[in-house]
């Protein structure tokens, strides 16, 4: 009977197991690398790009076979042109499609490849010459096009006539298939020629990117990207946005307002009110009635617009005045309220309260339930505090929905006595 293996030796294959599994692991991921990610379309794009190819590619056939006659001895259509058709009907919008890119870059290359076929004798030389010239020549003239590449190397290895072969069929065939990009894009909803630089740039907002951040950045990236710098802006500006909404988009009044509310009633005595501000220590108060509908709003400023602010001398004195209801000053609530008032459903979005707050001049806007009862209160101070938390990037603190984090609370109503 064999003796039973020590346990050194079942770890010792553990741990060589172990070696080849996490070597194996860098290989794996560099492997992945071979498998692109989905595109980003539904079925009807998917269903338009395939339709707009073969209509393209079949339209560029009929007519370069038609004018070709058929007496024609040399070719009449280049097989690069199914390579530009992917590029002009499937991707549209990007700088590679656009039509000068697809004339010039096709229609250069292969007079590019007419040059060195001509000087060059060695074909495969030639090609090689006449690929990285096509290069050169078509990123200063901003008509970068991948097939143009396999148009100059088409034009070599034919050992034709290059200059006859760069305006038919190259050119006849580019033409044409432009015109029936231009036509179908348009019919079908993608603009093209797709524009491929931004408007006048707008004044950013602290803290948000502007078109020359997106030019260090490119700057940075030094690489050829298929995308247009007007698209990868806008593409910006969308993924900030939809961060923007992730965060606090669905925050709403009720998790960030102040509840329950302090509240008067209309007959209440100034008196009253002002003691009950001052004690809460808030500035605002919503004025209700027998149902809690809200009615008006009450604010310091309301009783230091009557107190005449203007005129220092004695102010203490004529608030004073103002609040113990003398020398025929106003003695209710409802006699200097501001109505009616601005308010908002307890289900709103917070967000929509940013407009209220920085343009419309409110600093408390009172929120009502779904019988435009009187629920809660949202200051400027609230708003602000969940915007700071998100900015700092505390997202353990920040708000989240239905489950509402009261400021204050308060449990007091002030009625008329």
């Known amino acids: 009977m064999p003796p039973p293996e020590s ?12 070696k080849d599994r996490s070597a194996f692991v860098p290989f794996a991921r560099w492997a992945r690398n071979f498998w692109p990610a989905p595109l980003g379309i539904d079925g009807r794009e998917r269903l338009r790009f395939i339709v707009g190819a073969v209509i393209g590619v079949l339209l560029t056939a009929w007519l370069s076979r038609w004018w070709a006659g058929p007496a024609a001895s040399g070719p009449w259509m280049v ?18 499609a656009q039509p000068w890119p697809v004339l010039g870059g096709s229609t250069l290359s292969a007079l590019v490849g007419a040059v060195c076929s001509a000087l060059v004798p060695d074909p495969a030389l030639a090609g090689a010459l006449a690929v990285g010239s096509a290069i050169a020549l078509m990123v200063p003239l901003r008509c970068l096009h991948p097939p143009g590449g396999a148009m100059a190397l088409y034009v070599v290895l034919t050992a034709g006539d290059g200059w006859h072969l760069a305006a038919f069929p190259i050119l006849f065939n580019v ?26 740039p707008a004044a950013a907002a602290q803290g948000a990117f502007t078109a020359s951040d997106v030019d260090v950045a490119l700057a940075h990236y030094n690489q050829v990207l298929d995308v247009s710098r007007a698209d990868l802006e806008g593409l910006l500006h969308l993924a900030g946005r939809a961060a923007f909404q992730r965060t606090l988009g669905e925050v709403r009044c009720a998790d960030i307002m102040s509840s329950p509310p ?18 809460a220590q808030i500035k605002a108060l919503p004025v209700v009635d027998g149902q809690q509908l809200v009615v ?29 209801g003398r020398s025929g000053q106003p003695a209710a609530v ?13 289900g709103q979005h917070a967000m929509d309260l940013v407009p209220l707050f920085s343009h419309g001049g409110h600093h408390h806007i009172p929120i009502v339930d ?17 915007l700071a ?11 989240k929905p239905g489950s509402a984090r009261p400021r204050r609370t308060h449990h007091a109503t002030a009625e008329a006595p």
């Open 334 to 346: 409802h006699e200097i309220m501001s109505h009616p008032v601005q308010v908002a459903h307890i």
């Open 389 to 399: 938390v998100v900015v700092q990037g505390r997202d353990e603190e920040a708000p």
């Open 262 to 279: 302090l509240a008067v009633g209309p007959g209440a005595s100034l008196k009253d009110a002002w003691a009950l501000m001052r004690s």
């Open 296 to 324: 008006g709003i009450v604010t310091v400023a309301d009783f230091m617009r009557l107190a005449n602010l203007d005129v220092h001398e004695g102010l203490g004195q004529r608030l004073r005045a103002l609040v113990m």
């Open 370 to 386: 779904n019988e435009s009862r009187l629920c809660g209160v949202i200051t400027q101070t609230d708003l602000v505090r969940t």
């Open 7 to 18: 346990p050194r030796t079942v770890s010792s294959v553990s741990v060589a197991g172990g």
């Open 79 to 96: 097989a690069s042109l199914g390579a530009s058709a992917v590029l002009v009907f499937g991707m549209p919008s990007s700088p590679l």
């Open 175 to 200: 033409v044409v298939l432009l015109a029936a990009g231009m036509l179908y894009n348009s019919l079908t909803g993608r603009q093209y020629p797709h524009p491929q630089r931004m408007g006048r």
